[in-house]
């Protein structure tokens, strides 16, 4: 990718940079010398045939990965906070920091064995969160922000795996949403969910551009075309 | 502070599997440490192949030896096929509702407590024994292996129905498509395919009949001769441990207690590294 | 292969499974024709009543209650001594343990998972010894070093179990929190633990069974003949499979042998429970059965 | 909520093992005492101890009386060891043992050992010649000493045990006992062993045959308790319950109280001869 010639350009508005990444997965070469960049405020799609390291690149983003065993990495990735760049894997950098300022929503939706409220609520007792009434406005506001409000605010305190397959992934959705987070990380979010589900996330993920960047990894070509503000094709050439 | 934290509750959580491991060791140490004075200046050879006669000074444990490994391997000789014939009955010919019910059974056997086989066995296995043979005490290896077998085989049968189940699906299919009957593809599929866990289960279970100290205390006899037949009352090094551990803490018999337990551990040992080897020629 | 031998291994087959259930049968039917008889509220309490002697205002002399009571004590102080260490070893060997530690102690958790139980009897024996001897001697084999012994006994399936449950979560169980920013012990305390309870539990009671059930560890430990109700953790004690064990030998008349039998009856059910409860907790039973000693 | 089910649990423990700690109650010598005694060691003794101990703990149960077997041996190594107040022997402990350990003897019964038989075994006496052989090996077959064509099954004690040592030096002459004998660990289980098996021969305190077994005489002499008694019958033995130095407190009126007409008529009971 020819980005350095750009770079002075589009400084201004870049949000992630990524340089020379290689990645491992068993020995197996998945990611060979990525470069990109991805701008602020955006919505940049991801396409390309599966086993090309999609969501792979996903975790690289927020160091995911380091949780999958026998998994290995090389290369540099930057995220401006604060109006500087900082490399996410300095030793100085706090990987529970990272992991709140960048929030992920997975392929299925993964809510936790408890209550609606608990779950969206769960970001802020890992933080360490201890006012009830603030809790409790935060939730509202990740809720809806979500589009889940209208729906659940009379049984916040039922089982999470109650809701529908497109409220629960929108209760991923909001539950990412609650720490506001810089980046949002999506990898196939509408892909378990039927096309109405689909589109209200679609519609979601629109309104919340204004608030973060948007990386999102998806297998549909018009889902993308509705959406995107750039789309990279994997595998990348370079 | 948080990272602070993360390692302090690591170490918390380490120590514990420490020690644990530590406790491994110190096993083996103590039985080393007290067995010693029966092993020093290379008397552990005389140790295991000698007699055992304390009146004229000789500690050997060597008819132990012979009476563990009389009982284990004559157990597993009958768990085996009965393990066999019970594992196959419940994955491939029994109908359905039938293998749910020997498959429960088999399950809750494995719950039964050893000190009842034992306390059964004297009262109902030994006198059949004892009329059956009209020879010697029906305190025997004969008494204690059949008491074995039926305490190891829900476990040999649990083992062998799990290997039977992970035998691929195609595989079967292929079988059923080429129109094989049901004890065709038992024998020509599915054994050959679940030999790994066919292994597992048969040193899994010699671990356990050599480890096991009610049954043969119970019904062996506790005689201290080399077995000769099948009939013979034998003592087994468990039930040598259970017996002698009363006696003077400083005499050398009291002594040899702790060198059967140094042959058990080794004997445990020996049977957990034939496991892996098993496990791990399974999975290449 | 001909009909013949088809026929022949279809019949061997079923003759094994006859045979396994006529044995066991056999013997739980024995047990019944000959125990069933005395078990009434006297073969637990004997004379006293029954309410005095739970309340232990009153000892009972010959009932089971002692050893009952003798077994309860036990099976609590070890599973509870057992229990917070087995959990974090668990823990530790399924989240953090790596590379060589985790090969070295997976190893040694093994061989302490297959120590027969008389040489884990031995060692709690040598103990006490080494502690009368050098440290005080008020301690000699008794209700701790028993529960202690049984402890050592039950620490490898805990263990097993705990971190079988942990590691057999699906991966995006595992992510899900610290995709949210938990630290590692976050995750561990708020999901992974949480979410392999009933694995756990399960394996909990199977250990409580264990405890129960077993006869050689405490025989060399500290179980008596007659001691009555435990007084403290340094005193000698009854119990439920130890008496059964020595009254198949020293019965001295009719009665004490079908009280013999009636304990059996007694220590089966409950170990019969333990094992239903543990199902109950969690079908997926097999595998942990396959390490039951 | 598990860690505070844990503690609780704890403390429930606690609380019941600790209420048993708090009772009373009164009677006899044994008034206004409390504590415990532990007993271990032989076997033959097993029966009186256990019907002094249901008396004493009815009437007092403020005292815990602890009773293990083990056999003669362990009794004098851990009252010598301190690990027990009260070791039993079916033998008089050796002059080493009583000078190592300082113990004090007390022979509160005379016991005999017997050799015994399944009821339905037609051979009912022996010669000394002929039990030295059956135990060592030599005879092994009924047939031969006039019973039916059958195997003899032969038991032993442990080396522990007092009741082997006392028989085989006054009844076989220190001779060898085959390793193919039997073992069983303790007079109880002597009785019921040789009770169920229609072959057996074993040997077994005078005190606990009864009727499920059939005493054999040896060289024409039964092994009955007057026999014992008038010296007739030569393998004889004391019961003793031995100390570390002189016994104290509770230790003390327990030994007293086998002394006493009361523990003198249980020792009958039991089919022992009470010492004065």
Known sequence: ??????????????????????????????????????????ITAIVGPSGTGKSTFLTTLNRLWENIPDAQMKGRVEIEFDGT???IYARSFSLTQLRRSVGMVFQTPNPLSMSIYKNVAFPLKLAGYKNRKEVGNKVEKALKQAYLWEEVKDRLHEKASCLSGGQQQRLCIARALILEPEVLLLDEPTSSLDQNAGRIIETLLLDLRERCTIIIVSHYLDQVGRIADTVMEFPLKS | MNRQFEKTAEMVLFLPALLSVILTLAIFVFMLVFGLPLMKGGRFFELITGSWSPGHGMYGIQPMIMGTM????????FAFPLSMGCASLISVLAPRGFSTFL????????????????????????????????????FCILSASLMLALLISPTMILVFMESFDRVPKSYLDAADALGGTPVQKLVYVIIPQARQGIWMGVILSMGRSLGDTLIALMLAGNAIATPGSVLDSVRTLTAHIALVIASDYE???FKSVFACGLILYGFNALIIVMLRYVESKGTQ | MNRLWETLIKAFSWACGIILLGAISCIIGY????????????????????????????QVLDGLFPAMAGTFFLVCFSVFTALPLGLAAGIYMSEYAGGSIRRVFSFSFDILAGIPSIVIGLFGFSIAVFLHRHFSDRIFPCLLISGLSLAFLVLPYIIRTTQLSLETLPARTRLTALALGATRFQNIRYVLVPQSLSGILSGVVLAVGRCAEDTAVIMLTGAVAMAGVPQSLLSSYEALPFYIYYISSQYTNPHELATGYGASIILLGICTFLFLAAFMIQKGLARRALYYP | MKKKFYWISVFFCMICLGASLANAGSADAFNDLKGTIKIAGGTAHIPVMKAAAKRIMTVNPDIRISIAGGGSGVGIKQVGEGLVDIGNSGRKPTDEEIGKYGLKLFKWAVDGVGVIVHTENMVKSLTKAQLKDIFSGKIANWKSLGGSDKHISVYTRDEASGTRAVFWKKALDKGDITAKAN???????????????????????????????????????SPSLENVKSGKYPVARGLYSNTKGDPRGLVKVFIDYLFSAEGRTIAEEKGFIPSK
């Open chain 1, 1 to 42: 990718m020819p980005c350095t010639t750009h770079e002075t350009m589009k400084e201004n508005h870049i949000k992630i940079k990524v340089r020379s990444l290689d990645f491992w997965y068993q020995n197996r070469q998945i990611l060979e010398h990525v470069s990109l960049d991805f701008t602020r405020h955006t």
């Open chain 1, 85 to 87: 760049f900082r490399d």
């Open chain 2, 70 to 77: 009389a009982i284990a391997s004559l157990s597993v000789f």
């Open chain 2, 103 to 138: 498959r429960h059974t088999v399950r809750l056997m494995t719950g039964v407590p050893t000190v009842i086989y034992g306390f059964v066995g004297i009262f109902l296995l030994v006198p059949i024994i004892r009329e059956l043979f009209q020879n010697g005490s029906g």
């Open chain 2, 251 to 253: 005499s050398l018999e």
């Open chain 3, 31 to 58: 047990l019944f024709m000959k125990g069933a008889g005395v078990i009434r509220l006297d073969l637990i309490f004997g004379d006293t009543p029954p309410l005095d002697a739970i309340l232990l205002k009153r």
């Open chain 4, 183 to 221: 073992f069983v660990v303790s007079n109880g289980a002597m009785k019921s062993a040789i009770a169920n098996d229609p072959n057996g021969i074993g040997y077994v305190s005078v005190g606990h045959m009864d009727k499920t077994v059939s005493p054999v005489t040896l060289d024409s002499i």
